[in-house]
């Protein structure tokens, strides 16, 4: 199975996304404990090979594609497509987190094995 991981700019754990829709803010998940990042900070959904966020809080959430370098502000209550390679802010400043596509081992076996 193959998946999405949130790795964070500061050197924390990278955090494996589920299929479907998870919501992230402050709380354990990110490791985040600033007040200022709502506990709904930004829904992502993971559906099939394609991620998406959608930030839902008055704070906006900030995108730095991977093809170019500007950190954006996002239309809050509006899905953006996310890429590997892209990164994505929860503050300005701050929680800057970079989307990684991570395939897992067995699947990887599987595609260099010409039998299966």
């Known amino acids: 199975m193959s998946g999405f991981q949130l790795v964070p700019a ?9 299929r479907g829709e998870t919501v992230i803010g402050r709380g354990p998940l990110l ?11 930004a829904v992502l959904e993971v559906v099939g090979d394609q991620l998406r966020i959608k930030p839902v809080h008055v ?7 991977s093809e170019n370098g ?10 953006h497509s996310l ?5 994505f802010s929860l503050l300005i400043d701050k929680y800057l987190f970079k989307v990684l596509f991570a395939h ?12 299966f």
């Open 10 to 18: 500061d050197g924390g754990c990278p955090v494996t996304l589920p």
């Open 31 to 41: 490791g985040i404990t600033d007040k200022r990042v709502s506990r709904k900070h």
């Open 59 to 65: 704070n906006p959430c900030f995108l730095q594609s």
């Open 70 to 79: 500007d950190l954006l502000p996002l239309e809050t209550h509006e899905w």
């Open 83 to 87: 890429n590997p390679g892209d990164s």
């Open 104 to 115: 897992s081992d067995v699947e990887s076996t599987l595609r260099i094995l010409p039998n």
